[in-house]
């Protein structure tokens, strides 16, 4: 099963994107999809073909192209913009003309419309009007009447609807007024031919306004995508040649001068350099990188030379998941949002029948001459009620967000991650390589045994571990000069708790103090030791050997920089903190002191972390797992939020709902703020939205007739129509400059 992603075209409104996902829906091999109306583009998880996605889209009465590379990315890009500017020239003919005209009529220039005069003057308007229809105007007429068929009421139709009345209306009663002006009563004596393109001139300009606003809200996209430099220097025997990075393969050898951007992922096969890492990690410190160190394609290399081996190019690369990762977020939508999709659906079809309900009340009991005010009273109510500002309420909102927290080195997968963040109560913390720095050292020992005889025999059970405290030792133990070649067998890994094995005919427990007390061996002897090291915030590595307590460790992980001043901020926001931990309660209490968390749960083995997940929800917390996206992917996963910590691997990517790229608490809190910013920024542009249809509507229906006079006119509807949408556009790209708290 392959996903896909498709340009769509000739989509208008939200009622558009649910036709088509009604479709979608209702085809066999189609698992899952995800519409952005703000983007006009469609994710769709399918067994099918590519075609047969596009078949089934168009047979729905849209069109579709299929997107399989940057450059199709660009391109569309680039016709969007051609197709901005000729939206904007089209509105500024349109509302040109009806400017001109409505001049004429303001100033008595034009001759009312009775009479050979008034014939003249109505007929060049009508066609002049009608040509603007046309040709400013057509794709409107084609996209309602292309719905049709297929029982699509959208924009499109609720315009066509309107602008097309007042037209048709003015052209029928051209003639009565010419022939027979006595059966019209003077303060009818008016054609809204001008209505009718100033209607049309204010949509066009909105819409374009909105696509304007649309490129600049997928900057951060673009930006991302920029960082890919399009030509490499490639080294082979016989010399050095820049090439397109789209020819290099895994195993070349490429060098990046000082000052060039890195074209894909590596290793370092020679020299030594910074390497600044800000736009992927949002880490504005730049990072030292020597042999065999790692580079990721879009990162800028500082001062020296650089010559590396490529590992991973085209969508293996970090750059690469972390594009698709984005855009995959701005496609998907928060609950919030496919509830107003669902109500915009059905919006156009209610729309259509209290136009025909002001229409026939108007009739009945209108004024003289009704016909005349219900007319205008309906068509009013179809302009105005366009809804593009619902349809776009959401989307917009997403894809600025988690374009900003991309920048910042966050990747949010998915817009219900967004959604639940607003209601986080609790955050659960791992304790290593979350809070601390991930890199514990060794800092203090105590032996009963014969320590240098043993040492050895440590050093090469500890150097088969993969456990972070194992590997310290390993470091300490390759500092020290200790020999770690002997042969090991029986070696035994028991999560959580230590390994088992046998070196040189000694069998040897290194773990913590339940694994040894579980073998029945009593370590009375060094408790005084273990909780002064304990105290001290260093985590403990009991050794026993031969069914006897021999030694032990005090390894220490520091507390990142930028902990303390992170978790103070996420205390502000009310959160319940909270350090899980499989280390000892004394250890752990040390830490969390010193980071400034009140509440500990120890001593806690890694499958039995989800479980603590599981309890915390069954209180009614709303809970967030801040671990590193492999060791804790059970509790991460049981999450309402799981946020990993990691540097851009494919597992933290794709195992997390939020990752942060460089590693740091303060990115968690902005994580949130970003979050919580973007759900008041769309239930903003929904009230917004919903308030302007709901006192819209009925003011234009005429309402306020009856008590005030107040009768709307079509050309405001058109313009408060078009100031809308824009309003919602403008409202979603605040998110780009909100100071994060």
């Known amino acids: 099963m392959a996903i896909y992603q498709f340009a769509l075209k000739e989509v208008s409104c939200a009622g558009c994107v649910r036709s088509i996902e009604k479709a979608l829906g209702r085809t066999s091999g189609i698992q899952e999809y995800s519409i952005n109306f703000a983007d006009r583009t469609a994710t769709i998880q399918t067994d099918l073909a590519p075609e047969g996605v596009v078949q089934v889209i168009e047979d729905a009465g849209y069109g579709a192209e299929l997107i399989e590379d940057e450059e199709d990315h660009s391109r569309r890009a680039a016709q969007e913009e051609a197709q901005y500017r000729s939206t904007l020239r089209r509105a500024l003919v349109a509302l040109g003309i009806g400017a001109v005209l409505m001049v004429l009529m303001l100033t008595g220039t034009l001759p009312e419309p009775t009479g050979p005069a008034g014939l003249v003057t109505g007929v060049v308007s009508g066609l002049a009007t009608l040509a603007v229809l046309y040709f400013c105007a057509g794709h409107i007429f084609r996209g309602a009447w292309k719905g049709l068929p ?29 022939l027979a002006p006595q059966w019209v009563p003077p303060q009818a004596h008016h054609l809204y031919y001008e209505a009718s393109v100033m209607i049309i001139g204010f949509i066009l300009l909105g819409q374009a306004l909105e696509a304007r606003s649309r490129g600049n809200t997928s900057r951060a996209l673009r930006d991302l995508l920029d960082l890919q430099p399009r030509e490499a220097l490639r080294v082979r025997d016989d010399g050095e040649k820049k090439v397109p990075v789209a020819l290099l393969v895994p195993g070349d050898r490429v060098r990046i001068r000082p000052g060039e951007r890195v074209p894909v992922d590596g290793v370092v096969l020679e020299g030594d350099s910074h390497v600044d890492e800000s736009m992927l990690t949002g880490e504005p410190v730049p990072v030292a990188r020597s042999v065999n160190d790692p580079l990721t394609g879009g990162t800028v290399n500082g001062s020296g030379s650089l010559l590396m081996e490529v590992r991973a190019v085209g969508h293996q690369t970090v750059l690469a998941q972390i594009v698709d990762a984005v855009r995959q977020a701005q496609n998907s939508k928060p609950a919030l949002g496919r509830l107003a999709d669902r109500i915009a659906a059905v919006f156009v079809p209610t729309v259509m029948v209290i136009a025909v309900i002001t229409l026939l009340t108007w009739l009945i009991f209108g004024p003289p001459p009704a016909w005349a005010h219900a007319v205008i009273a309906a068509v009013t109510v179809l302009i105005v009620a366009c809804p593009c500002a619902l349809g776009l309420a959401t989307p917009m909102s997403v894809m600025v967000g988690v374009g900003r927290a991309a920048g910042k080195g966050i990747l949010i997968r998915n817009g219900d991650a967004l959604q639940r963040a607003q209601s986080l109560t609790t955050l659960v913390f791992d304790k290593t390589g979350t809070l601390t720095e991930g890199q514990p050292t060794v800092v203090d020992r105590h032996f009963i045994g014969d320590e240098q005889a043993l040492l050895p025999l440590i050093a090469a059970i500890e150097k088969r571990a993969e456990h972070p405290l194992a590997q310290a030792i390993t470091a300490w133990a390759e ?15 028991i999560s959580g708790s230590g390994v088992v094995a046998a070196v040189e005919g000694r069998s040897l427990l290194i773990g913590n103090r339940d694994l040894l007390q579980e073998r029945g061996i009593d370590c009375a002897a060094l408790v005084d030791h273990a909780e002064r090291f304990a105290a001290a915030g260093s985590s403990l590595v009991w050794v026993a050997c031969d069914g006897k307590l021999q030694g032990l460790f005090a390894i220490a992980d520091p507390l990142r920089h930028d902990t303390r001043e992170a978790i103070e901020r996420l205390r502000k926001r009310g959160l319940r903190l909270v350090l899980l931990s499989g280390d000892n309660r004394r250890t752990a209490q040390a830490i969390a002191e010193q980071a400034g968390i009140d509440e500990v749960i120890a001593e806690v083995r890694p499958e039995q972390k989800q479980a603590v997940i599981r309890e915390l929800q069954s209180k009614g917390e709303i809970v967030g797992m801040v671990g590193d996206g492999i060791n804790d992917a059970p509790a991460l996963a049981q999450a309402d939020i799981g946020y990993a910590m990691g540097s851009g691997t494919d597992v933290a990517i794709s195992s997390a709902d939020v990752t942060l790229m460089q590693s740091s608490l303060l990115a968690l809190a902005d994580a949130i703020s970003i979050s919580q910013a973007t759900v008041r920024n769309i239930k903003q542009n929904l009230f917004g939205a919903f308030i302007y249809n709901v006192l819209a509507i009925p003011v234009a229906a005429g309402v306020l007739y009856p008590v005030a006079g107040i009768l709307l006119n079509p050309i405001i509807a058109g313009a408060a129509m078009a100031a809308s949408s824009v309003t919602v556009v403008s409202n979603a790209r605040r998110l780009r400059n909100l100071p994060l708290d």
């Open 479 to 493: 500092a020290q000069g200790v020999a770690s070649e002997h042969e090991v067998a029986g070696f035994e890994a």
């Open 150 to 178: 297929h029982g699509n009421f959208n924009m499109d139709t609720l315009i066509a609807l309107g602008t097309g009345t007042a037209w048709l209306y003015s052209t029928l009663l051209l003639p009565v007024l010419v």
